[in-house]
C-alpha cells in the first residue's frame, strides 16, 4: 500500500514530502497492536475475491466485482468492524456503515472549487470514503490521514477489491505529522475540530499546509446562537468523550479570520438525523447510534442535556 502510495505520490505535487510520509506510516504500522494479526487475515482473504472497477452510485461507493462466495466476503469485512464511514458496496453486498456518507458529500460537493488535477488532502478520513470520492472527481491525488490503525485497515480492504483503484490513499498519519510545506490545493477538515483540545492551532495547521489561493473545506459541529458563543462540554456529547469546542457559527467565522483565512463562506448548517447517523449491523456489539444519544423526550437535545448535533460547512481560502 504504501509502495503505491510513494509511486503515485512522486508524480505529483506532493514528491517533496513522500519519503516522509512513507516513513512516518510505516512506523505507526509497526506499533504493537494485538488487533493487527487479525485485520491483516481479514485482508488476505479478501485478496482471494475478484477484483472488480469503482464508481459512485448514490449512496453507495460502489466496487463492481463478481458475485462471488459473498457470505465469506462479508465475514472477512466484518473482522474490521466497526464500519462508521461508507456506505460501500460490493458486487450485490451492500455494507450500510453507520454513517450515510453521500448525505455530507451532497451538502459539501455544489460549493467547493472543481478538484479536477488538485492535490487534495483528507484530515481524518476515517476509512477513505470521501477521500474515494475526491479522487473520483478528479483529483490528481486525494491523500487520507487517519491516526486510528483499524480504518487504514478498511481502506487497504476497499483497494483490495478495487480494479484500477482510484489515486486515493489513506496513511496513518496526523496533520501535525504532515511536514508543513504549502503542497496541497484543497484540503477537508470534516468532523475534526470538535476532537481537537487546540482548534485555533488545527485551523494554523491547516492554513500551513494549503497552497495560497488554495480552499479549505471545514466542517464541524456547531450551536445556535442563542446558547452563546461556543460550548465547552464538561464530560460527554452525545456520548463522545472527545468533544472539545461547539462554537456558534459567528463564533467559528471569528476563529476562521484569526486563523487568517479569507472569503469566508458559510455554505451550510444542518441537524444531524438518525437516517444520515444510524445503527446497522456493520458497526458491531455496541449497537448504539444517533437515536440513542438523543434526549427521548426531545430529539433537539442530546442525552446529555446539550443542543443536538447540528453541523455547519465553512468555505474559504488562504
Ligand atoms: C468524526 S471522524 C470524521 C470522519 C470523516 N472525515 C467524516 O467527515 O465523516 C473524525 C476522524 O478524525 C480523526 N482525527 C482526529 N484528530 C486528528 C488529527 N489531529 N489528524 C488527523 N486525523 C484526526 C479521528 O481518528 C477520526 O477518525
Redesign the pocket.
Known sequence: MINNFTKQCQQSKLSIICEQLADISKDAFSVNNGNIPKWEAAIDDIKKYSKGKVDYQVPYLHIHTKDGDTDTLQQSLKLLMPW??GPYQIGSLQLDSE?R?DM?WDRVLPHIQSLKGKSVL?????NG??TYLMALAGAKIALG????LL?NYQFQALRTLMDNPPNAFVLP????QIPTEPLFDTV?????LY??KDHLL?LQQLKNVLTNGGELIL?TLIIDAKYGEQIIPKDRYARMRNVWCLPSTDTLHGWLESAGFQDIKLADVTQTTPKEQRATHWIGDNTQSLADFLDPNDSNLTIEGLPAPKRAIFICQK
Request: aromatic share 20%; charged share 25%.
Open positions: 462508521r464511514k454513517w456518507g455530507k483528507d484530515v481524518g478520513s476515517g470514503y470521501f490521514i487517519e491516526p486510528f480504518f498519519l496526523k496533520l501535525e477537508f477538515s470534516m468532523g475534526v476532537h481537537q488545527h466542517e
